[in-house]
């Protein structure tokens, strides 16, 4: 079965640092790219940053640029995102994904990080 798991979320002092992690698995499983989004209640999901698994290029939104990274461990089929400078702001559900080159995008069940200010 095809899955993603998400894990490293939790309690941060505004100004701190996070890192999150996903395992994409079967191990055996050819990815195109993975991929962070946050979604906060009552709101839409919204993207956070992207990885290609070949090239290993990356794209991030606006307002995460420069705090947050992504990167990618191909041996593990795992992504983190490292997050620095963290504000209230950022305190929402991270879900991880990732887009298998022959089947559909699969997600994550999603982690919570709160930021306190």
């Known amino acids: 079965q095809e899955q993603v798991v998400e894990s490293g979320g939790g309690l941060v002092e505004a100004g701190g640092s996070l890192r999150l992690s996903c395992v994409a698995s079967p191990r055996s499983l050819s990815i195109a790219d993975m991929a962070w989004s946050r979604q906060a209640p009552g709101k839409e999901r919204e993207f956070v940053a992207r990885?290609?698994?070949?090239?290993?290029?990356?794209e991030y939104a606006d307002d995460v640029k420069g705090r947050f990274t992504i990167s990618k461990d191909n041996t593990k089929n795992t992504v983190f995102l490292d997050m620095k400078s963290l504000k209230p702001e950022d305190a929402d559900i991270y879900y991880c994904?990732?887009?298998?080159?022959?089947?559909?995008?699969?997600w994550g069940q999603g982690t919570q990080v709160t930021v306190s200010s």
């Open positions: 990885i290609n698994w070949i090239s290993r290029s990356t």
């Open positions: 994904s990732a887009r298998p080159l022959f089947s559909r995008e699969i």
